[in-house]
């Protein structure tokens, strides 16, 4: 039962251009979602979350939308650069109360920006 | 300020062999994790760590078992590998407080480099 689905395995888009990484989750306990970037050969570094009283949050090039009725994120990224070509990993977690936090993981979407 | 290290870098094994992998983490954080990553699979995880002493299993936890004996470490170890487990293994680390500077919760976790290991 995947809870956090990333559909979109591979996604390329021009510099310059916005990139749009997509996220849909099943669990309506969630209550926080973060993005990930993972470059090869490196761990992940969080890029940016939301919370679900929120239905946006920006930071520089990037933005994401929460749409809850439709249980689905996004991430915008807004112009491009062939530096943000990594592997984006969407996550989401729910406070269920207890001292232990969680993240559930999507598998993961290969964002190529070409030059 | 290393913030996650993980040791070793990459290693191979034969089955039936052991090996810890080991995590540390320079932040003061109470919470950290163990995951797996495999092609096609996403980030999954095998054991995790709400302080020093105690350890909950994961999503993946058979053939593995961990310790947290110091706060700041956290050791993963294959008591006897198989080629199902070849994988690339990271650790992340949490902090357990309410709140954080700028409003990011503490489910935030920060990853280190990660393990590539080859069960051969």
């Known amino acids: 039962d995947q809870q956090v689905k990333q559909n979109s395995p591979s996604l390329s888009v021009q510099e310059g251009r916005i990139s749009i990484l997509n996220c849909d989750y099943t669990?309506?306990?969630?209550?926080?979602f973060l993005w990930y970037k993972k470059y090869p050969a490196e761990g992940p570094t969080f890029l940016i979350s939301?919370?679900?009283?929120?239905d946006k949050n920006e930071d520089g090039r990037f933005t994401v939308f929460l749409n809850k009725s439709a249980k689905h994120l996004s991430l915008h990224i807004v112009p491009s650069q062939p530096g943000d070509s990594a592997v984006y990993f969407c996550?989401?977690?729910?406070?269920?109360?207890?001292?232990?936090?969680?993240?559930?993981f999507g598998k993961g979407t290969l964002l190529t920006v070409n030059p | 300020n290393a913030g996650v290290t993980q040791t070793p870098k990459f290693r191979v094994l034969k089955t039936g062999q052991s090996m810890t992998l080991l995590c540390a983490q320079d932040?003061?954080?109470?919470?950290m994790y163990w995951y797996r990553q495999d092609p096609g699979m996403g980030l999954r995880l095998i054991h995790y760590?709400?302080?020093?002493?105690?350890?909950a299993k994961g999503e993946v936890p058979d053939g593995y078992n961990v310790s947290r004996l110091k706060k700041q470490n956290f050791l993963l170890g294959l008591e006897s590998a198989a080629p199902s487990q070849t994988s690339v293994y990271f650790c992340?680390?949490?902090?357990?407080?309410?709140?954080?500077?700028?409003?990011?919760?503490?489910?935030?976790?920060?990853f280190g480099p990660g393990t590539r290991l080859l069960v051969l």
């Open positions: 992340a680390s949490s902090y357990a407080g309410w709140r954080l500077a700028g409003g990011r919760r503490q489910e935030t976790q920060y």
């Open positions: 669990n309506s306990m969630f209550d926080y």
């Open positions: 939301i919370s679900s009283i929120k």
């Open positions: 996550a989401a977690s729910f406070n269920s109360g207890g001292s232990n936090y969680k993240l559930t």
């Open positions: 932040m003061n954080h109470e919470y």
């Open positions: 760590s709400v302080g020093e002493g105690t350890t």
